[in-house]
């Protein structure tokens, strides 16, 4: 796997709100060194049985870093007294928990006590892009665990039916910006949707922003009285391999989610989707730069290293 040269994002730092705590790329090198190579081994075999990990991965890193910071309160399970936000509703359908606990137990055999969950999300974020033909990016370490995750909070996640307004202010408390929303949507270049999060969209006309031949196709995938809970539609024409083929479909009217195709419809937002679709190592760049700043929103000193991610120590 070739290494770009994006450790100047590590500067990206001294800008960054909302972190408690100083992330270097070689922290681990002393204590666990082979940290990284469990982590890519093990997310490599699980994509290679099961396609779908790469999409699924990339998600919950955003999904985790949206609540709470990237702290893997994501990963816990809900107890008798809590719900957790695994079981909140916008992360019913986020799965492959199972790679991260695998590459956990993995470390913990090498490394006790050493390395956290949300580092191991992290750096398996970064693997599921770069082995997607994506950009490669050292990522920054040293985060640790929370302990508290609540499902009733996940309703602070992004919508696919928000719009561009309430997108920008959604990242903007998380110190991110206009365009760095516009860049980390370029991950749903890995994916795929289901039809209740798009179907509402196509089945009404009045909705200018989408091409109406795309329209006819997404209908006839997903019928007004849809019976098949599998059906759905990718998120791009290439949605195994990380390119900037998300963004040329939003110039052409082809975004699935309302939220995607509201990225061309707002001047904010629409000249960097036309400089994304033209310029694919732009887009490269700018995103590996993005994800190193979101892994370090809300990062915290006051957690733990837990020795399974899906319970508290």
């Not at 681990?28 to 093990?42: G, R």
């Not at 082809?254 to 904010?268: E, H, I, K």
């Amino acid at each position: 796997m070739a290494i770009s040269p994006f450790t100047a994002f590590i500067l990206i730092l001294t800008a960054i709100p909302f972190s408690q705590a100083t992330l270097t790329a070689d922290y681990y090198h002393q204590t666990c060194p082979q940290a990284e190579n469990i982590i890519y081994q093990t997310v490599r075999n699980a994509s290679i049985y099961d396609p779908k990990v790469p999409a699924r991965l990339l998600r919950m890193f955003f999904h985790d870093c949206f609540i709470r910071g990237c702290d893997a309160s994501l990963l816990l399970d809900s107890t008798v007294e809590n719900k957790a936000e695994k079981d909140g509703p916008p992360n019913i359908s986020v799965r492959s928990f199972y790679v991260i606990d695998d590459a956990k137990t993995k470390i913990e055999k090498a490394c006790p006590h050493t390395v956290s969950c949300a580092d191991v999300l992290a750096i398996a974020a970064r693997d599921v892009v770069a082995m997607s033909q994506g950009p490669w990016w050292p990522v920054l370490n040293g985060r640790k665990d929370g302990r508290v995750s609540k499902a009733n909070e996940t309703i602070n996640l992004p919508s696919p039916f928000s719009n561009t307004t309430t997108l920008i202010q959604s990242f903007a408390k998380r110190g991110l910006n206009v365009k760095d929303l516009v860049t980390l949507s370029g991950g749903h270049t890995l994916g795929f949707s289901h039809c209740s999060s798009f179907s509402a969209r196509v089945h009404n006309s009045s909705d200018p922003s989408i091409n109406s031949e795309f329209a006819m196709n997404l209908k006839k995938k997903c019928p007004k009285q849809n019976k098949d809970l599998n059906a759905g539609e990718f998120l791009d024409s290439t949605s195994s391999k990380f390119d900037n083929d998300y963004y040329k479909r939003i110039t052409m009217g082809q975004g699935v989610f309302g939220s995607d195709q509201a990225l061309y419809g707002d001047d904010r937002t629409k000249w960097i989707v036309d400089s994304f679709a033209k310029d694919e190592k732009l887009f490269f760049r700018e995103f590996a730069a993005a994800m190193v700043k979101l892994g370090n929103v809300g990062v915290i000193e006051a957690g733990e290293i837990r020795v399974k991610c899906s319970v508290v120590n």
